[in-house]
């Protein structure tokens, strides 16, 4: 069996929504000191909706991959149906990712996170904290949910 599958591949070849939104509603940055990767999600927001998503990543395939999948799942959804992304939803979009590469997935989802918490914050949008754990997790450790 490959390592990677299609879809990696395919997003990491040829990844969708790639590049900077001028004067974004909310910017996110995240990284992981392990391995380096670091990812910036950009997003604008329209009556509650995400009219345009884009991000620049420094990092491996899987990484680059993690990223165009979650913007390609989360544009055109409203904002409360993009916080519901996880790390495991981006993994299965993409047929999978190595143990050793779920980081990326997880780096997807606090990207996104980090976004959207960005524009709430910009706007004085009242937030639950608990929506935005990983993120605002002082302590670094990563968030990955576990297979059932």
Known sequence: MALYSAKVMDHFKNPRNVGIIENADGVGEVGNAKCGDIMKMYIKVENGILTDVKFETFGCGSAIASSSMATEMIKGK?????????????????????AHKLHCSVLAEEAVQSAILDYYTKNN???????????????GEEHVEEEE
């Open 78 to 98: 409203p904002i409360s149906e993009a916080l519901q992304l996880t790390n495991k939803a981006v993994a299965e979009a993409l047929d999978g990712l190595p």
């Open 125 to 139: 949008i009242p937030y639950d904290s608990e929506q935005f754990k990983c993120v605002l997790c002082a302590h």
